[in-house]
């Protein structure tokens, strides 16, 4: 139960419930499709740029909890930030949820750690991943659906 | 004797206990917790009998069939040969090279579609399914019909997910040539009244093929009471291996379709200019078969048979009822799929909780079910849901193991109930 409780910590639970940035951004930059075929989890991931820089970012979709939360902290995390500056947050997480590599406390990932119960759950990475595959297409305006397989 | 205490001998004589202990990894532990497997649908557990089977056949029978003039080739032959007479029995086909052994359910279909299809179907024809098939029993004929300029029908289901007959019925047109169709559907957990569809199809002279994937492990089945003309299975759901399945085919059908792989063993004489093929069944055996699988299949099914399939469906059944029943009575569950006739499956999903987060939850408690579409994305949008949790029942399930995954899902409601 103690790894299940590291995996649904209490941000992810009040994200996935009360999700920010939840809603089409209209007349957005850029914005891609996301799936995940496994358990068909849907989203839609839209950005505002001002030159190198997210302005602003907001999703939209229907996903599991793990995908809901992740993508809610996603936008919150990244706004405001360079491409590569998101692109550097982007690879910290993905070390974060598979091998574990970045410690919980690392603090450029502030609160995106919660999501460090992941790990233990191999088959749940594609879930959290899931919004910024989605988002790293959106940005790159590529609008082929974004697949986790 | 009365009657009445003929059957209550009969009934006791399953004892669900007794079997557990015939599998052994029912004993093993999942996150401190016992084991309670309720993804039979996906694949059943294997009893002691089937895993000393494989591991007699490599450790002291070993050999490949067929040709070979050495004892030990000419035992493995015999064991093979003895693995499809046990198919034909449990499916009571008129003769033993009725029985094709394939890979699985998925490639019997696809020998069927490829087959019998490409020969028989031209431009505008018509294959008939239902809206409940699993993925393996639409896209083989999706590729076919993208083949020969085919068109693909589909037949309605209800809002409980029963096929609604007198639709179908309609759907069979003057240039339906084949009608393919599940007998249990995996995600619904509908049973089909199959005898019905065949006597429709038959009326107006078109074949049909059963996908018996789920069905022949839960209740007896009869090709020639049915009177299909194909029924395809898979060897790992009815307790035996991976890698092996069945195509039963009227042997009439199967004379006259040309063969779906070549290779070794499904000739008669090869030739630069001229090859003829062999007789049945091994026309559609192309290559070393999965020798291991086949004679472990054939030990699968003396066990099933040994168990007995009517003690089996009257032990699921009340298995079912029961949990249908448990399953009700959860704040914020809802089942996908209700049809009067029914069987193993409960499919459902729940206010606020991903199937997802569902099936990793109840995994904390040891608790073993399937997430997902079920290959079944069809059904999935019929009922507007991305996606069910489903337990499946099987032989050695308990009212005990209903009782842990309901308790289970109470901690998926404490968890999503901030």
Redesign the interface.
């Known amino acids: ?1 103690s ?2 409780r590291d ?2 910590q ?1 941000v992810i ?2 994200h ?2 009360h999700p920010h940035n939840f809603g089409e951004l209209a007349g957005a930059d850029r914005h891609a499709d996301g799936f995940n075929p ?5 989203l839609v991931v839209y950005v505002n740029l001002h030159g190198d820089t997210i302005t602003d970012v907001r999703f939209e979709g ?5 995908s809901k939360a992740s993508a809610s902290l996603m936008t919150d995390s990244v706004k405001g930030k360079t491409l590569v500056e998101t692109r550097e947050l982007f690879n910290r997480f993905l070390n974060l949820v598979t091998d574990g590599d970045v410690a919980d406390d690392d603090e450029a990932l502030g609160k995106l750690a919660v999501f460090s119960g992941v790990r233990d ?1 191999p088959t ?1 990475v594609k ?1 959290a991943s899931l919004a910024w595959h989605t988002l790293r297409a959106a940005v790159e305006d590529r609008h082929d659906v974004v697949t986790t397989e | 004797m009365s009657s009445a205490e003929t059957a209550n001998v009969v009934e006791s004589a399953f004892d669900v206990q007794r079997i557990r202990q015939d599998f052994p990894i029912l004993s093993r532990s999942i996150r401190e917790h016992k084991l309670v497997y309720l993804d039979n649908a996906a694949t059943t557990q294997k009893p002691q009998p089937v895993l000393d089977t494989l591991a007699r056949y490599y450790a002291t029978g070993n050999a490949n069939i067929h040709r070979g003039v050495y004892l030990l080739s000419e035992e493995a032959t015999a064991a093979f040969d003895l693995a499809r007479g046990k198919v034909q029995g449990l499916l009571n086909a008129r003769a033993a090279h009725e029985i094709i052994f394939t890979r699985n359910s998925t490639e019997s279909i696809n020998l069927v579609a490829q087959s019998y299809g490409r020969q028989n179907l031209g431009s505008g024809d018509e294959v008939l399914i239902t809206h409940m098939e699993h993925h393996s029993n639409i896209v083989p004929w999706q590729l076919l019909c993208e083949q020969v300029g085919a068109r693909l029908c589909v037949a309605p289901i209800d809002g409980r997910g029963t096929l609604q007959l007198d639709e179908f019925e309609r759907l069979i047109s003057p240039r339906t040539r084949l009608v393919a169709v599940v007998h249990l559907s995996n995600s619904l957990g509908t049973v089909n009244p199959v005898q019905e569809i065949v006597r429709m199809a038959h009326a107006r002279g078109v074949p049909v093929l059963i996908d018996g994937s789920q069905s022949i492990y839960h209740m007896p089945v009869d090709v020639q009471a049915l009177d299909c003309d194909f029924y395809v299975f898979t060897g790992h759901k009815l307790y035996g291996p991976t890698g092996i399945g069945v195509l039963y085919g009227r042997e009439s059908l199967l004379e006259q379709m040309p063969p779906y792989q070549g290779g070794g063993d499904m000739i008669r004489s090869v030739t630069f200019e001229k090859t003829t093929y062999a007789e049945l069944p091994h026309k559609f055996e192309a290559g070393t078969p999965h020798i291991a699988g086949a004679i472990g299949l054939g030990a699968a099914v003396d066990y099933l048979l040994r168990v007995g399939l009517e003690g089996i469906g009257r032990h699921e059944a009340d298995l079912l009822a029961y949990g249908t029943n448990a399953l009700s009575e959860v704040k914020g569950l809802q089942l996908i799929g209700t049809a009067p006739k029914k069987a193993s499956i409960l499919s459902f999903v729940m206010d606020g909780a991903h199937p997802h987060d569902i099936g990793t939850i109840v995994d904390s408690d040891g608790v073993a079910i399937r997430t997902g579409h079920h290959c079944t994305q069809p059904v999935m949008d019929r009922f507007g849901v991305p996606a069910t949790a489903r337990a499946s029942i099987a032989m050695y399930n308990t009212h005990e193991e209903i009782d842990a995954l309901v308790k289970a899902l109470e901690h998926v409601r404490e968890t999503f109930t901030v």
């Not at chain 1, 496994?38 to 849907?42: I, Q, R």
């Open positions: 139960m790894e299940l995996l649904y209490e639970l009040d996935n419930k496994l358990c068909g989890d849907k229907s996903g599991c909890a793990i759950y749940r879930c």
